[in-house]
């Protein structure tokens, strides 16, 4: 504010002969402030294919900290190479966020800016590196559901019974003593952070493939509380940015965009 007012009582001065020359490096100065103002007052700016695949961990985490954004959602190949060429994305790589005058690349450095930014990655290194640990294990979960989709289909009911089991077997037994043995409401440090956040998507897309998985897993009803949290309950309304899960038509966009073979899943296991 101080900034800003300064600038505008600065930008009405009259320019004497001593002090033009002052004036008008305070007055540009301020401009590269306004600007950067105005930069970080900008909606943040997702691209990504119309679906949910890696981008749909940064929707849910922006909806968490209250942030709202623009999607730019391409469909066909062609919208994929014309981002290519604009010359935005460091490895030719979607998911690509536009966001602080930045053009952030890489899930994990774009999920990372955002928990950082909005206070939900934990009050220190060792809260960030626990942070850490769960969502490096939920998205190994995840990704192995986003890739469910390219199986063949002599292969599926064997890779759903193996993503069951590796979820019921190894990563929410992890996330259910956690809550169990410091008996608090959220993963980390008493108070809302991404693993929450990332544990309450993972659930909801383990759910779409077995709703009753969390019968055995009576601290992840920690499921309702997060839910109940306004943010998320706004996120989850009909209507919001929220994904559908990958049908036929979202898996053709999907292969068409980058051209990706059928058994790419198999290759990711
Ligand atoms: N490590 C990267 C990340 O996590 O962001 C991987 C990004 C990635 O593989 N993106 C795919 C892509 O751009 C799109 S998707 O799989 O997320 O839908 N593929 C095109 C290409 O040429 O690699």
């Not at 590796?166 to 980390?188: I, M, S, W």
């Not at 839910?227 to 990958?246: A, D, E, T, Y």
């Amino acid at each position: 504010m101080f900034a800003l007012s300064s600038c505008i009582q600065g930008g009405q001065q009259e320019e004497s002969s001593s002090t033009s020359v002052l004036v008008r490096l305070f007055v540009l100065s301020c401009l590269s402030e306004n600007q950067e103002l105005r930069i970080m007052a900008a909606k943040p700016k997702l691209y990504y294919f119309d679906g949910r695949g890696r981008m749909e961990s940064v929707r849910w985490l922006l909806a968490a900290a209250g942030v709202e954004y623009e999607e730019v959602l391409f469909q066909t190949a062609e919208d994929f190479k014309n981002l290519i060429k604009s010359g935005k994305l460091m490895y030719d790589q979607v998911p690509m966020v536009e966001m602080d005058g930045m053009s952030i690349v890489q899930t994990r450095a774009i999920l990372k800016y955002i928990a950082t930014k909005y206070n939900l990655y934990g009050k220190d290194l060792k809260e960030r590196a626990i942070i850490d640990m769960y969502v490096e294990g939920m998205r190994d979960l995840n990704d192995m559901i986003m890739f469910f989709p390219f199986s063949l289909p002599e292969e599926k009911q064997k890779i759903l019974n193996y993503i069951l089991e590796r979820a019921t077997q190894r990563f929410f037994p992890v996330y259910e003593k956690a809550l169990k043995d410091h008996g608090k409401n959220y993963l980390v440090g008493n108070q809302l952070s991404w693993a929450d956040v990332q544990l309450l998507e993972v659930i909801l897309m383990v759910e779409e493939l077995k709703s009753d998985i969390l019968s055995a897993f009576p601290k992840l009803q920690f499921k309702a509380r997060v839910i109940r949290l306004p943010r998320i309950q706004k996120f989850l309304q009909p209507g919001s940015p929220r994904k559908p899960p990958v049908d036929d038509a979202s898996f053709e966009v999907w292969r068409k965009a980058y051209n990706i073979d059928k058994n790419v899943f198999l290759q990711h296991m």
